[in-house]
């Protein structure tokens, strides 16, 4: 139990803007057990943003006031770590490049012409979504969104080939047991469970294309990019709550 809870604090540090006490823990013989509790991070991230939907919902917030705080919030909690990864890929993949120099597109600090065209689009219609909904009475759904995107991360992490200049290359994933995956699907199957009992179909349904949207995203940034890095993740993880957040508020 210990080491889960040194575990989370720092899958917390590092991937939540959130300050805390507990930003110098640091442990290596944990890492591998950070894509466990990986998920338990989106819990926290997730109930504020649910928390945020539905006080602006009893607040009588103007709509479109709401909708572009909703739609910026998860990028202020995590310090925007996910979305560079997805506008990193967003310049490598829409380059249309050869597979070396998309490579070298994706490891320049540099920001790009697709990189802003793709923080556009996806802004465009995060804002739109919410825009859309009708009342808060869902907005528990957003936990189990951000719980998913997560869990697809760690598993992709875990499972998937990388890129020979990424961080998850060399001995990584060695440390990463099968009982690891193991524990992680768990939790993928147990936040479907919760997130129909608590919010029926509509959980149901946004959990659902939240997966859907990683697994396709993923796959495609895979294919373009032949490997898997923390930017990958990025890429499927921010737009699998994008696609999370549409199958809540417009379906």
């Known amino acids: 139990m210990k080491k889960l809870i040194k575990a989370f604090c720092m899958s917390f540090s590092m991937f939540c803007a959130i300050p805390t006490p507990f930003s110098h823990v640091w442990e ?5 057990l950070m ?6 991070v989106g819990t926290v991230i997730g109930g504020i943003w649910a928390l945020a939907a539905i006080l602006l919902d009893k607040m009588n917030c103007p709509q479109m006031f709401g909708a572009a705080l909703l739609a910026l919030l998860p990028y202020l909690l ?6 560079d990864g997805y506008m990193d890929c967003c310049d490598a993949i829409f380059s249309r490049r050869p597979l070396e120099k998309k490579r070298e597109i994706l490891k320049d600090s540099h920001v790009g012409s697709f990189a802003v065209v793709g923080l556009a689009i996806l802004m465009i219609f995060s804002f739109a979504a919410f825009a859309s909904a009708d009342g808060s009475e869902n907005m528990l759904s957003l ?5 998913l995107s997560r869990a697809c991360s760690a598993i992709g992490v875990s499972t998937l080939r990388p890129m020979g200049h990424s961080e998850y290359a060399g001995n990584f994933q060695q440390g990463i047991s099968k009982g690891n995956i193991t524990a992680i699907s ?3 199957v147990v936040s479907f469970a919760l997130a129909y009992l608590i919010c029926g179909n509509e959980g149901l349904v946004s959990c659902f294309a939240t997966v859907v949207g990683y697994v396709i995203c993923t796959a495609y940034a895979f294919k373009n990019l032949d490997g898997f890095s923390g930017d990958v993740t990025g890429f499927g ?3 699998a709550e994008l696609f999370g957040i549409v199958a809540l508020t417009v379906f």
């Not at 894509?35 to 338990?40: E, G, M, R």
């Not at 936990?143 to 719980?147: A, D, G, N, T, Y």
């Open 78 to 83: 995590t310090g925007g770590i996910h979305l």
């Open 186 to 188: 768990v939790i993928l």
């Open 35 to 40: 894509l466990v509790v990986f998920p338990f």
């Open 143 to 147: 936990i189990f969104i951000c719980m």
């Open 28 to 32: 290596d013989s944990v890492r591998s």
């Open 237 to 239: 993880h921010t737009l």
